[in-house]
């Protein structure tokens, strides 16, 4: 039976979301960005795009090419539980949907000719109930495999339907820019060049002998793609429930003191949503990331003792990051991931001594939280943080 693989992709995908919600934001070029000197450009929309602003640009940079955008702080939160509505939508014509990037996923509708139609006529279907439901436009590419359908909406306009019949996809892919191919970015894209290899079809029928001696084990998978060969399948999204948070710091540090002063502030603001959601983290997950580029990250098992309080789940983050902070290099960004949620609840202790265990943590916590919850979150602040 000849695979039918649905690629839809929204562009600009955090931009248009955030127009949904504020749709004053569609008149000038819009940028989402963090707050702070040293943000990067989470996403733009189309006018942005035009003024030469992408994403992962610096914000100064952005800022630079154009003095009229717009800045708005990034919801990131928002625009994941929109990209997960997204995937849900979908699963009425399918129970493989594979969301991958927020705002893209790709469909199995292999089969599915006897209940909803021809894949071209289902695919457009779904586009125009995208739009119709949720106010969003995606590209559509449709062929017999991921690799070909994510090429072939990228060929195509929002709102449109690219369809590569099955046996012709090394005839699409042949007069395309290599750098069209999911995985090859400027990197290879510049090695290549220096070959003459400018198009998928000239990739294609290169000589792998010649190609092995510069991408060594990766040559194979170079020539493999570029022939529109993929048998990977669509897997079901399994939806994981974490909470994470991400610091890019002021500036490059090497301090401990200040890294731990970054860190418990993350802390306290990932304890705020744990608390809120009434959850409880089974698993830390940190990572640090050097002004150099390299990284490293630990995980911890957290029992229901550490996350009694802020000081106390900033206890076993602290054992972790000094567990892997050992290069003598500033540090750029810190990343904290609570995973393994699950609802709060404290074993009964065994002996007598053991009943007021953590209780003043969780008293004070409470009086904390009923402050901010009153005054606001910066109303006060611990030491460590002044």
């Known amino acids: ?35 702070g000197p040293r943000s990067v450009v989470q996403g733009v929309n189309g006018q942005a795009a035009k003024e030469g602003v992408r994403e992962g640009m610096p914000l100064s940079l952005a800022l630079r090419l154009c003095r009229r955008i717009q800045v708005r702080d990034s919801d990131v939160y928002h625009y994941r539980a929109k990209h997960l509505e997204i ?14 990037l927020p705002g893209s996923c790709f469909i199995d509708i292999s089969g599915t000719g006897r209940l909803f139609g021809a894949g071209p006529d289902l695919a457009c279907r779904m586009e125009r109930e995208l739009w119709g439901k949720m106010g969003l436009r995606a590209r559509i590419g449709l062929a017999s495999n991921k690799l070909v359908s994510q090429v072939a909406a990228r060929c195509t306009a929002p709102g449109d339907l690219s369809f590569i019949f099955p046996g012709s996809e090394k005839t699409f892919l042949s007069p395309l820019p290599v750098d069209y191919l999911p995985g090859i970015g400027e990197v290879t894209a510049s090695k290549l060049a220096g070959f003459n290899i400018l198009s998928i079809g000239r990739l ?9 001696a510069v991408f060594g084990r990766s040559a194979e998978r170079l020539l493999r793609i570029a022939k529109g060969m993929d048998t990977s399948a669509v897997f079901a999204s399994k939806e994981i429930p974490r909470i994470c948070v991400s610091k890019i710091l002021t500036r490059d540090e090497i301090d401990p003191q200040r890294l731990e002063s970054a860190l418990f502030e993350q802390v306290e603001e990932a304890g705020w949503e744990l608390r809120r959601h009434n959850r409880r983290p089974g698993v830390l997950r ?17 029992t229901p003792w550490d996350v009694v ?15 892997i902070f050992h290069r003598r290099v500033a540090v750029r960004r810190l990343v904290m991931e609570f995973s393994q949620l699950a609802m709060p609840g404290l074993q009964l202790p065994l002996f007598t001594w053991e009943n007021n265990r953590g209780s003043k943590e969780r008293d004070l916590q409470e009086a904390l939280d009923s402050m901010r919850k009153k005054f606001g979150k910066k109303i006060i602040s611990w030491a460590r943080l002044a």
Request: proline letters at 7%; hydrophobic letters at 40%.
């Open 309 to 323: 309080s802020d000081r106390s789940l900033f206890q076993s983050v602290l054992v972790a990051f000094r567990r």
């Open 204 to 212: 294609a029928d290169f000589s792998p002998d010649m190609l092995s």
């Open 87 to 100: 995937v849900r939508q979908f699963e009425w014509c399918s129970p493989l949907v594979e969301g991958g």
């Open 286 to 302: 940190l990572e640090i990331r050097y002004a150099d580029g390299m990284w490293a990250d630990t995980k911890r098992r957290l």
């Open 1 to 35: 039976m000849t695979r039918n693989i649905v690629y839809m992709q929204i562009p600009d995908f955090y931009a248009s979301v955030e127009e949904l919600r504020r749709p004053e934001l569609k008149k000038a070029p819009l940028v989402l960005a963090r707050p």
